[in-house]
């Protein structure tokens, strides 16, 4: 193109004009989009609940927010101490109303680092012009350090007696050192001690730091004639729990048939018969003889209307069943099978040796009911003693007075769901190889007052978030000695909770008691506030926890506050529990053809009456423990010397952090055991044990 040729002169400025006169027009029409939205949002106002929590308490936060055309891209708030510092925040989605008046919220957990003072919560917002609201103030709550348990004073339950299906009425006092309760509850419990009933309380009067909680529960009419304990627990501001204080019993009557009325005969009516010098008689009949009523049959069945199992009894159990005295000792040679619906009782006494993978697979209701005099004996070397694996709610597990010896977990992790909860109480474990697993149980599982010497712990994780009824507790044990798990308690999920682990009594330390579980195990805490170490110097305690002091690799830090100074009296204690027989297992065999043997007539003996009578000296057992290194080999060389002449010993060595190892051997005729392992002992503390007896302990340095 020629740009000197006239002819392209005007084209060439009029498209200038045109794109300029684009350009401003486009400029004018831009804000158009946006013009009908000239205000900017309004945040109203909101609020802050509660106005108090404890270290790593939950915060509620909820605002409104008005807008011409609609509200909002984002909704956030912000928390800020006493300085101005900001120390949290969170976005918040529309709970209600529209996009130009709606309420927002959303809940915070505060950092539990954070653990005193006044805090400040802000909100603000942009609507769809992505215009601003004001930075508005909602509210302020403060945290306060809860170090005190709440206490359960006491309470009460009426009326003494019931027809079946009634209602009683639970009334508990509750007393707090900053507030109570985050939730509180009361169990119903059978004479056999299984849980048959629960229900939250509310508060009725008094204050949050010391009130009065009340509930009226409708008994299921299932339940048969007896006398029921309740027991109720609650948890305070700070998630502490209460001790699971007993408030007192009623009895269930079954109810007293109404006999059927017996009818009144309809008179006959007649005319009136002409009178004559005899009357003739009037025949009556026979009247019906009133029948007698048939009782209304109870639902729920005793364990005498149970079927009593076979002495050697494996497999599937269709219909409520039992073991029974009569038939113990029991050889379990295949896996008892508990399915949903039927319940299995073991009877006071009772003796089960086994030494099969699973002893007991329950989707159904198993309750071990030992008592105090007749405890319930388990022998063998079963890989676990209980399955909850495929189990719903309705199942469980209830093992009470009963003594482990050998094998190896109590309840061992599946990787399967099992939702029925493993009760233990007032038990003996002894040499107990593996740890038992709790795995999100929907209904409490307590772990309580039960003594454990050579043996693994418990490895826990529930949620409670979503129902206060679903804590696990670990209260007033006695933990002889390290575990062969590396830990006697560890959590890895407590989710809206703390697991609590009060009461006990951690004897013949130094060893890892409690710990978090080591990786990403952010929602894992543990409260371990009032138990006995032996000591009360914190910097000793904390050495036998492990948890986010020890390493970042620990997600929480355990509460190991207001350390005992003695055990508490509800605690078992060495002197309480005796050391058990271990029963043998027995050898199955055929039955030999008998041999004709020789009588043997054996004289009777004849005392010399010039003899010296000496009186013997009981020798103490002994055994000593060395260990060497070949550097060479790399392998451990461990030597037992000790006046235990051809008698089963346990090597068991133990380190923080770590699993303990068992080595079970025998002695030779001299009381002497050598042998090797290739594992690395450095650090590690190495005892000989004799019938759960430490004989003999020391360091590898």
């Not at 006959?268 to 026979?286: A, E, G, I």
């Not at 036998?544 to 009296?569: C, F, H, R």
């Not at 000790?642 to 080595?663: C, D, H, P």
């Not at 690395?680 to 044990?689: D, E, F, M, Q, W």
Request: net charge neutral.
């Amino acid at each position: 193109m020629d740009s000197n040729n006239p002819m392209y002169h005007f084209p060439m400025k009029r498209i200038g004009f045109i794109a300029t006169l684009g350009l401003f027009l486009s400029v004018l029409v831009a804000p158009n989009s946006t013009a009908a939205d000239n205000d900017l949002p309004v945040l109203v106002g909101g609020s802050v609940s509660p106005s108090s929590i404890a270290p790593g308490g939950t915060i509620n936060v909820s605002f409104q927010i008005t807008d011409d055309v609609g509200c909002c891209t984002w909704a956030a708030f912000w928390v800020y101490d006493a300085a101005g510092k900001n120390v949290g925040s969170a976005n918040a989605s529309r709970t209600s109303g529209t996009a130009t008046n709606g309420t927002y919220s959303t809940t915070l957990g505060i950092n539990s680092s954070l653990k005193s003072g006044t805090f400040t919560v802000k909100a603000q917002a942009t609507d769809l012009a992505e215009r601003y609201t004001h930075l508005v103030p909602l509210g302020s709550f403060s945290i306060v350090s809860d170090t005190d348990l709440p206490i359960l004073v006491g309470g009460s339950v009426s009326p003494s007696s019931i027809s079946q299906g009634g209602n009683i009425n639970v009334s508990f006092q509750i007393t707090d050192d900053v507030g109570c309760c985050t939730w509180a509850a009361f169990w119903v419990y059978d004479a056999a001690g299984k849980n048959v009933g629960s229900a939250n309380a509310s508060r009725t009067s008094g204050t949050a730091t010391n009130g009065t909680y009340t509930s009226t529960y409708a008994i299921d009419s299932r339940l048969g004639a007896g006398t029921y304990s309740v027991k109720a627990q609650a948890t305070d501001l700070a998630e502490r729990y209460t001790h699971l204080v007993p408030l007192g019993s009623f009895s269930v009557t079954s109810p007293t048939p109404t006999p059927t009325p017996t009818p009144t005969p309809t008179p006959t009516v007649s005319r009136t018969p002409t009178p004559t010098p005899t009357p003739t008689p009037t025949v009556s009949r026979t009247p019906t003889p009133t029948p007698t009523p048939t009782p209304t049959p109870t639902v729920t069945t005793t364990s005498s209307d149970f079927d009593a199992l076979p002495k050697n009894f494996g497999g599937m159990i269709r219909e409520n069943s039992k073991f029974v005295l009569a038939n113990s000792p029991y050889t379990v040679n295949r896996s008892i099978e508990i399915p949903k619906g039927v319940e299995v009782v073991i009877e006071p006494g009772v003796k089960i040796t086994s030494s099969i993978d699973v002893l007991f697979k329950v989707n159904g209701n198993l309750n071990v009911a030992g008592t105090a005099e007749d405890k319930i004996h388990f022998n063998g070397s079963p890989k676990a003693f209980f399955s909850n694996s495929g189990s719903d709610a309705t199942g469980s597990i209830d093992v009470n007075f009963a003594v482990f010896n050998g094998g190896g977990a109590l309840m061992p992790a599946t990787g399967g769901a099992g939702y029925a909860p493993f009760n233990l109480r007032n038990s003996e474990i002894y040499n107990i190889a593996d740890y038992t697993y709790i795995w999100y149980p929907e209904k409490p599982v307590t772990i309580e007052g039960n003594y454990f010497k050579n043996s693994a712990g418990f490895s826990i994780g529930f949620r409670a978030r979503s129902s206060g009824a679903k804590h696990v507790q670990v209260l007033n044990n006695l933990f002889d000695g390290a575990s062969n798990s590396g830990y006697w308690v560890q959590v890895w999920a407590s989710y809206g909770s703390k697991l609590e682990v009060s009461g006990n009594s951690f004897v013949n330390g130094p060893y890892n008691a409690l710990q978090i579980k080591k990786g990403n195990y952010d929602g894992a805490f543990m409260s371990a506030v009032g138990n006995f170490w032996g000591t009360t110097d914190l910097s000793k305690i904390s050495a036998m926890v492990t948890d986010s002091d020890d390493s970042i690799d620990y997600k929480s830090k355990i509460e190991i506050s207001n350390p005992l100074t003695q055990a508490d009296p509800r605690t078992p204690t060495i002197r309480s529990i005796g050391t058990p027989t271990p029963t043998p297992t027995p050898t199955v065999s055929r039955t030999p053809t008998p041999t004709p043997r020789k009588t043997t007539v054996v004289a009777p003996a004849v005392e010399d009456e010039t003899a010296e009578e000496i009186e013997p000296t009981e020798e103490d057992i002994f055994a000593n423990i060395s260990a060497s290194l070949n550097a060479s080999t790399k392998k451990y060389t461990l030597k037992v010397t000790s006046n235990l002449e051809q008698e089963s010993i346990v090597i068991r060595a133990t380190k923080k952090g770590k699993k303990a190892l068992v080595f079970t051997t025998s002695t030779n005729a001299n009381g002497v055991k050598n042998f090797v392992t290739t594992r690395n002992l450095k650090g590690y503390s190495v005892a000989v044990i004799f019938e759960n007896e430490t004989l003999s302990k020391f360091t590898i340095k």
